[in-house]
């Protein structure tokens, strides 16, 4: 007997190409909204693109429909939803300040994302489930998104002096970290989740209350704990876990 690969339904490549669909018109309606001056709503719309960003790799994988044409589909979404989309915002909304120098910012982010999609997709086959090569393009989206509903807890000084600098500083560092060499965790195969799932499910569920109950707050710093969590892991974690071998020159015997 053989078994067959795919889908026991062939319609089941339609619904993940769905979900890419409505990612890609919710990036597209955060585009008007952006233009008409609605960053909030521009913010929550990349939020929920990421959502069915999400879902559709999920249902993908769990309906064993996975396909280049997805693959390749899915990224040209992304490009629009959390490529696109939050340059647009973000400079509409706070680097135009800057002249030049602003919307130069806001095409690098751009421009970057549209690297890392590309790098992702040559590399996905060759690289470790378990970390992504570079800040993904929705956790980077995401987190200019949570920045504009942040800003309603900020005192007015910081808004008019220090908000502006601050995001195009934020905004050109996420740029440079979609194109870097830094691991991020992808947390699509976790050790512990497997050995401890009640516990693991426990943890994700307390995390999601945390959020949901302040999430204009703690949205924010949970996407930017995401941003230092690979810098932490890159640079300060992994050096140490290198042997002793490789970390000091080896002594010549005399």
């Known amino acids: 007997m053989t ?3 795919g889908p026991k339904h062939k319609g089941f490549y339609i619904l993940p190409n769905l979900l890419t669909t409505a990612s890609l018109f919710i990036g597209f309606m955060g585009i008007l909204w952006a233009i ?4 909030e709503l521009t913010a929550l719309a990349i939020l929920a693109a990421c959502i069915f960003d999400g879902l559709d790799g999920k249902i993908a994988r769990l309906t064993n ?18 490529g696109v989309c939050p340059a647009l915002m973000i400079y509409l909304w706070q680097t135009h300040a800057f002249d030049q120098v602003g ?6 982010f751009m421009a970057c994302g549209a690297l890392r999609l590309a790098r992702f997709n040559l590399q996905t086959k060759n690289l470790p ?15 200019l998104a949570t920045l504009v509903l942040f800003t309603t807890y900020l005192p007015e000084t910081l808004l008019t002096v220090v908000l502006p600098k601050a995001t195009l500083a934020l905004t050109f560092a996420l740029g440079l970290l979609m194109i870097s060499k830094v691991k991020y965790a992808s947390f699509k195969e976790l050790e512990m989740v497997r050995l401890h799932p009640f516990s693991s499910t426990v943890t994700a569920i307390m995390i999601f209350v945390l959020v949901a109950s302040e999430p204009k707050f703690l949205g924010f710093l949970f996407f930017m704990a995401y941003v230092f969590s690979g810098l932490i892991y890159t640079y300060l ?17 005399s």
């Not at 280049?68 to 629009?80: A, H, K, M, N, T």
């Not at 919307?103 to 690098?108: D, E, G, Q």
């Not at 974690?237 to 015997?253: G, H, I, M, S, T």
Request: hydrophobic share 45%.
């Open 3 to 5: 078994n067959k690969s």
């Open 237 to 253: 974690y992994l050096p140490l876990r290198k042997p002793a071998n490789l970390r000091e020159p080896k002594k010549e015997l």
């Open 36 to 39: 008409e001056g609605r960053f």
């Open 103 to 108: 919307l130069a910012v806001a095409f690098l």
């Open 129 to 143: 489930k378990s970390f992504f090569l570079g800040l993904p393009i929705p956790a980077a989206a995401c987190t």
């Open 65 to 82: 429909s996975t396909s280049d044409f997805g693959i390749q589909f899915d990224s040209l979404s992304d490009l629009v939803s959390f």
